[in-house]
């Protein structure tokens, strides 16, 4: 009875480097996703949970019954979301901003839609609001994307969004000069 036990371990200790080999070789290499015909760069809501948020799902799932057979890939904004918002929101426009550019370089026909709930609403008007002081104090100061950046957008959305009231703010279409005609609030 040892004897088997003994030769049955010889055995698959033998086989175990074949078998290993064998997965290696036989088993593809992963690949990276083939760019999208669209995506979303969606900011969550204060307090929300990484993700794009029930109001982003809403919102790609929308698009998706709208654009037929083209695929539709999202970005969370990779950001806080906290209470602190003078530091919370400008880490999600410099993600934002960040996605936008890693995508014109690496997906440029790729469709751009930007879009935020409520801070997340305020992250998308960091980079896409004409570059002045906005809210109390001026203490907000937007850092537009670049024309070239701004050419890769085709839309952009934002829900509940604070910039509405705040002084020196307004509806996004009215504030922003290079992409207030694509923009919904």
């Not at 003078?86 to 026909?109: E, F, I, K, Y």
């Not at 008007?125 to 004409?130: A, H, R």
């Not at 109390?136 to 670049?146: F, I, Q």
Request: hydrophobic content about 45%; overall charge positive.
């Amino acid at each position: 009875m040892r004897v088997k036990r003994l030769l049955a371990l010889l055995g698959s200790v033998a086989l175990a480097p074949a078998a290993i080999l064998t997965i290696a070789v036989g088993t593809p290499s992963a690949a990276a996703e083939p760019c999208p015909d669209i995506e979303v760069v969606f900011a969550r809501g204060t307090g929300s949970p990484p993700g794009i948020g029930f109001v982003g799902e809403a919102l790609v799932n929308a698009l998706r019954a709208r654009v037929g057979g083209k695929s539709v890939g999202t970005y969370a904004v990779n950001y806080p979301a906290g209470w602190d918002f003078a530091s919370s929101a400008p880490a999600g426009a410099v993600d934002a901003t960040n996605r936008v550019q890693w995508m014109a370089d690496n997906c440029p026909n790729t469709k751009l839609v930007l879009g935020g709930m409520s801070q997340g609403a305020g992250v998308i008007d960091l980079i896409t609001v004409d570059a002045r002081p906005i809210g109390p104090h001026g203490r907000y100061m937007p850092t537009p994307l670049p024309p070239n950046l701004a050419d890769h957008v085709a839309a952009v959305a934002v829900f509940g969004n604070p910039l509405r009231n705040m002084a020196g703010g307004g509806p996004l279409p009215a504030v922003s000069s290079v992409l207030g005609s694509k923009t919904v609030d």
